[in-house]
């Protein structure tokens, strides 16, 4: 009896059947999980890309945990995953905010800001080089003409690093700021107006009412930027080739100078391996500590 | 909603992947693909195809040239060796850069063409058929002119300073000096492309111990680059460093996109170490530099060093290889055999090549600078020993490590010992 009923029920949820689910799952499966498993077979194996894998055992995991170049690489893949994260998240969230407003103004300046997203890293990433270039650029005529003699910012250790974390603020605060924005208008207006009346002034309410407002944008901006700061990869392909010498090579950049100049593909998968599994830990730990999971409303209680 | 944007999105990929294969070329049907890296000089491969496809009109097949970019021409050439897409002929740098091939089996080994056929085995210089072997079996034969390292400067430069080219070691020293003095950078060097200060190191080691000490290093001894005069060479570099040599921002220019060879052409640098294609590079880009102003002299020998001066480093040519088991196998063997012939000879001097061929010294008059091939032939003629470019004559998992670490040295971020202790760790 009442089975009949749930049945009855069910459509009218308006839940698709899982078979809607099938050409996602499919498409996942081939283009993601099975990458992922063959990625994970490789790391055990010795693969030049010719013939066939050659079983290695641990050989490539052991020599992955004793690399320096790859420790080097795990510290500079974090210090631009923070520093990305601590550059990009206060820019973008009052420039969010602030483009909320309804005003013309506002509206013609964000789409200015906005540029940058329509542009391709990769031409970004040629535009910022040329711009940058010590004897052909902008900056071999600036530099000495504010008294710093050659400027050569991407071939300097630190500088050329820094380069990299600003080209990539530029590019994706757009993004975020999109993110911001949207999320800030959400807001119900009532909010604002309660709290006019207790007499908030306007710090107090983009403290109290529009930060925590935002807390679930603010996750999701968040995971975006570190993981997408973890496979960040073009760019530095483009503008520095992980130069000077090691300087700028993150962990993507040594895997595919692993896989791809030196012909190690099953030294590379052991690479990529590592990064998708921290990549998916520390998604899942930033979800779990937000409370972004259990789908909180931020509305409770009005 | 879901499934027909899922078709569409499969659809979009398959076309991706398609139009992406489309571009290299599988050895199947009625065509035979001929790999060659994208650049000025391929007319003359297109010429020796011309010719041999005249020749096989009624066979029913004929030969395409596939010309791939060249910054990636590596990897699309082990990508397609690696899939079973392999090209039935394709241009490689010999030695190292075939040698992974060769272990596979995936390489037709060309002894027996030679063997069968003397005229044309003696058709080649011998130092210079050499290249194309890997552990003595012949893989390559040469299909380029032969491209040494020569010390390239700018006359107008040198006569407004008023100093002459570099004749020894000291020469260069003061030079430097002068021209720091004198604001000009004294060496253009492409740090953003480290095969370019490579050519420093191999001069430097080649002069200062001779060819034994890479040669131990080729064939897998790491232990090799502990010798005395990599060391040696490693303080040379790091000494030229520290005087301005290069100026102060080398690190970030580039070779590939032009960033040196300007520096020379509008005089901003003074010289150039740089492959003999510079020549081609400059008469394409600023020709009356080309025609005027651009010298050329060997690298300087080094006081106190073993080496013979005599001796050239660069790549001695460019070799066309021949995947084994294609359907075009006895096509392709026949193939190559127009590489020897008087038209192709006559093609590579006109396009202004310096071709290995022993009988090339009595064409090269009709170079386009008769001077300046005349200049290399002899060179590579008379030179004892012709090192090719470390990181081709090296394995890629070995080669790229030292790049890197050369790169390193230049920059400043390694001593000479961390240099060498490092390669010795490869």
């Known amino acids: 009896m009442s089975a009949t009923v749930r049945d009855r029920a069910a459509p009218r949820t308006g839940r698709p059947g899982p078979l809607w689910a099938l050409p996602g799952v499919a498409f996942f499966a081939l283009f993601a999980a099975l990458p992922m498993v063959l990625v994970a077979y490789l790391s055990f194996t010795h693969w030049g890309g010719l013939g066939d894998p050659r079983f290695a055992g641990f050989d490539n995991w052991t020599r992955l945990a004793g690399d320096r170049l790859m420790h080097r690489a795990v510290g500079l893949s974090l210090l631009l995953t923070v520093a990305s994260w601590a550059i990009q998240t206060p820019i973008s969230l009052l420039l969010g905010v602030w483009s909320a407003g309804r005003q013309r103004g506002r509206a013609v300046v964000s789409a200015l800001f906005f540029l940058p997203l329509l542009l391709s890293s990769a031409a970004v990433a040629i535009v910022w080089r040329a711009l940058l270039d010590p004897n052909f650029g902008p900056l071999a005529w600036a530099g000495p003409f504010l008294g710093l003699g050659t400027v050569d910012l991407l071939g300097g250790s630190t500088s050329a690093f820094w380069v990299i974390v600003f080209v990539a603020s530029w590019q994706f605060i757009p993004l975020h700021m999109l993110l911001y924005q949207g999320g800030a208008r959400q807001i119900p207006e009532t909010l604002y107006q309660a709290a006019r009346i207790d007499g908030a002034g306007r710090l107090g309410m983009f403290w109290h009412i529009t930060l925590p407002q935002l807390r679930n944008t603010m996750t999701t901006s968040s995971i975006l930027m570190v993981v997408g700061s973890l496979t960040y990869f073009d760019t530095v392909l483009i503008m520095t080739g992980g130069g000077p010498g090691t300087d700028t090579t993150i962990v993507p950049y040594l895997m595919y100078r692993a896989g791809f100049r030196s012909w190690e593909l099953g030294y590379a998968s052991a690479i990529a391996f590592t990064l998708v599994v921290a990549a998916t830990l520390i998604a899942l730990v930033m979800v779990r500590l937000t409370g972004f999971g259990s789908m909180r409303s931020t509305r409770e209680g009005i | ?426």
Request: hydrophobic letters at 40%.
């Open chain 2, 1 to 426: 909603m879901t499934s027909p944007r899922t078709a569409a999105a499969l659809a979009a990929l398959t076309l991706l992947t398609v139009t992406a294969c489309g571009g290299g070329g599988s050895s199947s049907g009625d065509e035979m693909h001929v790999w060659m890296y994208q650049d000025t000089l391929v007319v003359v491969q297109e010429g020796a195809v011309e010719r041999f496809n005249a020749d096989h009109a009624d066979d029913g097949f004929q030969a395409v040239i596939d010309q791939v970019p060249g910054d990636n021409y590596v990897e699309r050439l082990r990508t397609a060796m690696g899939s079973g897409e392999q090209p039935d002929v394709f241009f490689n740098w010999g030695s190292g850069s075939i040698a992974p091939y060769a272990e596979q089996g995936l390489l037709e080994p060309l002894d027996d063409l030679l063997a069968e056929d003397p005229e044309f085995a003696d058709a080649f210089l011998p130092s210079v058929l050499e290249s194309g072997k890997v552990d003595g079996v012949q893989y390559g034969i040469p299909l380029r002119g032969t491209q040494p390292v020569v010390l390239f400067y700018n006359r107008a430069v040198f006569e407004e300073v008023g100093v002459e080219p570099p004749e020894t070691w000291e020469d260069v020293l003061s030079l430097v000096d002068d021209f720091t003095e004198a604001e000009v950078t004294p060496f253009a060097l492409a740090g953003a492309d480290p095969w370019t200060e490579q050519m420093w190191l191999q001069y430097l080691v080649d002069r200062i111990g001779g060819p034994d000490v890479f040669a131990r290093i080729a064939e897998g001894d790491s232990e090799g680059w502990r010798d005395p005069a990599v060391l040696e060479a490693a303080d040379m570099v790091v000494d030229l460093v520290d005087r301005g040599a290069f100026g102060d921002s080398y690190a970030s220019v580039s070779y590939t996109e032009g960033g040196a060879s300007t520096l020379l052409s509008e005089g901003r640098a003074a010289m150039h170490l740089m492959g003999s294609w510079e020549y081609s590079t400059h008469l394409d880009q600023a020709r009356e530099f080309a025609e005027n102003d651009l010298g050329y002299v060997e690298f300087p020998p080094i006081p106190g060093g073993t080496g013979d001066p005599a001796n050239v480093v660069g790549n001695p040519t460019n070799y066309f290889s021949v995947s084994a088991d294609g359907p075009h196998v006895e096509h392709a063997l026949d193939f190559l055999r127009y590489t020897a012939q008087d038209e192709y000879v006559a093609d590579m001097v006109a396009n202004g090549e310096v071709p290995t061929t022993a009988n090339a010294e009595e064409v090269l008059a009709d170079s386009p600078n008769p001077e300046f091939a005349t200049f290399q032939y002899e060179l590579v003629r008379d030179a004892p020993h012709f090192q090719l470019s470390w990181d081709q004559a090296l394995t890629p998992e070995v080669a790229t490590p030292m790049v890197t670490e050369i790169e390193a040295l230049f920059n400043g971020q390694r001593t000479p010992q961390e240099f060498v202790d490092a390669l010795a760790a490869l």
